[in-house]
């Protein structure tokens, strides 16, 4: 593996943390894991020097001071942050990079979302503008901001031009239209996907006036015995094609639209299955060249992803992603940038998961320790591509400890519910995800939900080069009230 290197240089990287023994990476059981280091560079035959764009590297934790299990992320190009927490009809925002917080309400009294089973919020990266869209079971109660957050429009009805069709696991994104489609007093189009109880399977619908009317819904997934219909959000690439990735007892499925939801076409990728978790969610992602991405856990328990490069129409084998040492995965999300440039975020154990009747994370034992884990390649479109993996959390402060679970219901390890977010913004990565546990030592302990944000400070951009630091305000921001602040916490990975 690291042939042609000089030896002195080999035994260097090794004590400075940098790279691991070959011996470490075949370990049958390794405590330790092969991410001693924090930081560690990988393709499919193993480990590798670490990336020199990763020496340096710092993700800043922000705890936002609120609840917000399964939490989504968005940032405006001001780089105020915003992100769900506080109830239906608030949204946690931040106007100086994750420094401090505060809960704004979205919408007055009469126009605000009243309650919410299912929190979703989302921020169009090409107009800003900002959705809070919380489900009430027969359909979603809208809000929506052009304004950072001064002044709302509503709509209470979204997603409900079918009478009644009892939904779950909405996900509300938006993206430029495809060739041919025209929209009406907004530029992009408004995907709403759900999971269907009345008909089953997942279903998507469009809006091409912003959200104020939508199309009847396409059947896009089957149900599935395995995971229970839960599909990810749609995403769009810059020539408006749209992608609705789901697990399947198989592996992962992706439909695909290229005339803006009128029509789907449907994929599956196999071969490494994927784990039969009811609530499995799955993410996919658009670089700027228009290649796509979804990412996925799959019956192993590793994280993996597939990608196309000819809008769908085929897609590779899985690739894997989380890194030797890594075990066992869940929660997987998906951001992309400039053409090839990736970054997978997940949860993450390096416990020995030999004896645990399967390789998902509601079958861990009370001993699993739970890490943030961020990998990042910049040559996703490589026939093996290199990843350079990130232990987000610190040693002695994980996510959660013990199961993490997803066959909903009110199990005491379902306090993170049944997702995390990643967005990125001007190359910059930002990961929402909610802490199971402050400082805890034991699976008992680990029952928080609160929601946090993960910024990264310094290293490589999803647009090339390197990050920019940042500072100072968000331009025309406001000092928050002593009362909303939730002070970040440094972290250092070098």
Not at 329 to 340: L, Q, R
Not at 350 to 377: G, P, Q
Not at 427 to 446: F, L, N, P, V
Request: aromatic share 8%; hydrophobic share 40%.
């Amino acid at each position: 593996m690291f042939r042609g290197l000089p030896l002195a240089l080999i035994l260097s990287l090794v004590a400075a943390g940098c790279i691991q023994a070959p011996e470490v990476q075949t370990a049958a059981v390794d405590p330790a894991g092969a991410l001693g280091g924090r930081v560690v560079t990988f393709d499919a035959s193993g480990l590798l020097p670490l990336h020199p764009d990763f020496v340096d590297v710092d993700v800043r934790i922000s705890p936002v001071g609120w609840n917000g299990p399964e939490p989504t992320l968005g940032v405006l190009s001001d780089g105020t942050i915003f992100i769900t927490a506080g109830g239906a009809d608030k949204l946690a925002r931040s106007t100086d990079h994750g420094m401090t917080w505060e809960l704004i309400t979205t919408g007055d009294p009469l126009r605000a979302p009243k309650t919410s089973l299912d929190p979703w919020m989302w921020v169009d990266p090409i107009t800003d503008r900002i959705y809070n869209a919380p489900l009430y079971v027969v359909c979603t109660w809208a809000t929506w901001s052009d304004d950072k957050g001064a002044s709302w429009d509503f709509n209470p009805v979204m997603g409900c031009v079918e009478g009644i069709p009892a939904h779950d696991h909405q996900k509300i994104t938006t993206g430029p239209p495809a060739e041919g489609v025209s929209t009406n007093g907004y530029e992009n189009v408004v995907y709403y996907s759900y999971n269907s109880f009345r008909r089953e399977g997942t279903w998507v619908q469009a809006s091409f006036d912003g959200g104020r009317t939508f199309t009847f819904g396409q059947s896009v997934h089957p149900p599935s015995r395995c995971n229970s219909g839960v599909a990810g959000p749609v995403a769009v690439g810059p020539d408006g094609t749209a992608y609705s990735p789901k697990p399947t007892c198989e592996g992962i499925a992706i439909a695909v639209s290229k005339d803006s939801g009128a029509t789907w076409t449907r994929s599956t990728v196999e071969d490494v299955g994927a784990v039969p978790a009811l609530a499995h969610m799955t993410d996919a992602a658009v670089d700027l060249g228009n290649n796509a991405y979804a990412t996925w856990n799959g019956e192993d328990g590793f994280a993996y992803i597939t990608r196309t490069t000819d809008r769908g129409d085929t897609w590779s084998k899985p690739i894997r992603v989380s890194p030797p040492g890594v075990n066992s995965t869940v929660h997987n999300v998906i951001t992309a940038g400039e053409s090839g440039r990736v970054a997978v975020a997940y949860l993450g154990t390096r416990a020995d998961t030999t004896k645990w009747e399967e390789k998902d994370a509601e079958a861990a034992d009370d001993k699993a320790v739970w890490h943030l884990f961020l990998s990042i390649t910049e040559d996703a479109l490589a026939e093996s591509p290199v990843w350079t993996t990130v232990q987000v959390t610190p040693d002695d402060d994980p996510v959660q400890i013990g199961p993490i679970w997803l066959s909903g219901g009110s199990n005491p390890s379902r306090n993170l519910l049944d997702f995390i977010d990643m967005v990125e913004r001007d190359g910059r990565i930002y990961i929402g995800y909610a802490d199971g546990c402050d400082a805890c030592t034991k699976a008992s302990e680990s029952r928080r939900r609160e929601a946090t944000v993960a910024i990264m400070e310094t290293g490589p951009s999803l647009l090339g080069g390197m990050l920019a630091p940042l500072t100072g305000l968000v331009e025309g921001a406001q000092a928050q009230p002593a009362q909303a602040r939730a002070p970040a916490l440094p972290l250092g990975l070098r």
